[in-house]
């Protein structure tokens, strides 16, 4: 009797459907034409990136952008850019499925683009198979207090309304959750930071023009498809206005940027010390008495 091969781990990370990736598209072809006007979000995080990446003294012969909503990046340090995306680019491809050779890539960026990947754990392996050893990975994304404050008033009034709520504000990775990620990937040496920016607006209806424009608009794979209707967006308009306007009348909406930095393995890299081989105890550095185990009372 045969049997059925065993299922991995990443097989069955990629069958699950958070995002309906056709939908992706649809938001990004239908934002291209008029995105400078709404493209603060990518301006602003591009600029971080590019911060960052100076930071770094080394030169990078052949770089990879995934993600082509924000602005190229500009830097001295890359000799050929490639960029890629599901729609809108040199090269059409999804950043589920990387189109490139292991280890040929000196560098991989992406900004705000990863946050709406099926399988993160899988992209972020490929991502980390295509770079050279010693190649680096710099990156933006969405993080989850991401438009917590859209998602709480849109829950409420679809529950006032209709006593029950489907999903419409995208699920966000935390810094937590990334810095296991990119370890979980194999990459080295890795740094996660995040920043919350802040944004505000007259009203609902704005912030929904923008996230149009940007091409963020709900994408989730189970997200109602009947239209909801006028009385649940007024009902939400007047939720967000009651608990997070400010004095000014205007709301607020909350944007979580996570930036990640990780680098292929290489044997020349830092390695952390084996446990007992440090040289001087971290009391010594403190100009502590060490306590051995058994020297405090009642152990």
Not at 113 to 125: K, Q, R, Y
Not at 206 to 214: P, Q
Request: charge should be negative; include cysteine.
């Amino acid at each position: 009797m045969k049997t059925a091969p065993a299922q991995t781990s990443h097989d069955t990370e990629q069958d699950i459907k958070v995002f309906d990736r056709s939908r992706i598209r649809h938001n990004r072809q239908r934002a291209a034409a008029n995105f400078s006007q709404h493209s603060f979000m990518f301006d602003w995080a591009d600029k971080q990136l590019n911060e960052r990446l100076a930071d770094i003294k080394r030169e990078f012969p052949l770089a990879l952008q995934i993600g082509t909503r924000g602005p190229a990046p500009q830097s001295s340090k890359i000799n050929h850019l490639i960029s890629m995306d599901i729609c809108n680019a040199s090269i059409i491809a999804d950043e589920e499925f990387l189109p490139f050779a292991g280890e040929s890539l000196d560098l991989v960026l992406s900004t705000l683009n990863l946050h709406s990947t099926n399988d993160l754990p899988g992209a972020l392996l490929q991502i980390r198979k295509a770079l050279k050893p010693d190649g680096l990975f710099i990156a933006s994304m969405l993080g989850g207090e991401t438009l917590h404050e859209l998602r709480q008033v849109l829950t409420q009034a679809e529950i006032n309304i209709k006593g029950g709520a489907s999903p419409r504000v995208s699920p966000f990775a935390d810094k937590q959750q990334m810095g296991a990620l990119l370890q979980r990937a194999g990459f080295n040496l890795p740094v996660i930071d995040s920043d919350i920016v802040t944004v505000t607006y007259d009203n609902i209806f704005k912030l929904f023009h923008d996230l149009r424009g940007m091409g963020e608009g709900n994408a989730i794979f189970a997200r109602n498809k009947t239209p909801p209707g006028k009385a649940l967006f007024l009902e939400a308009a007047r939720l967000y206005q009651e608990q997070f306007a400010e004095k000014d009348g205007r709301i607020v909406a909350s944007f979580e940027v996570i930036f990640l930095l990780g680098w292929a393995p290489h044997e020349s890299q830092q390695k952390p010390l084996r446990p007992g081989s440090a040289e001087h105890s971290l009391a010594e550095a403190l100009d502590t008495n060490e306590l051995k185990t058994g020297d405090i009372a009642g152990s």
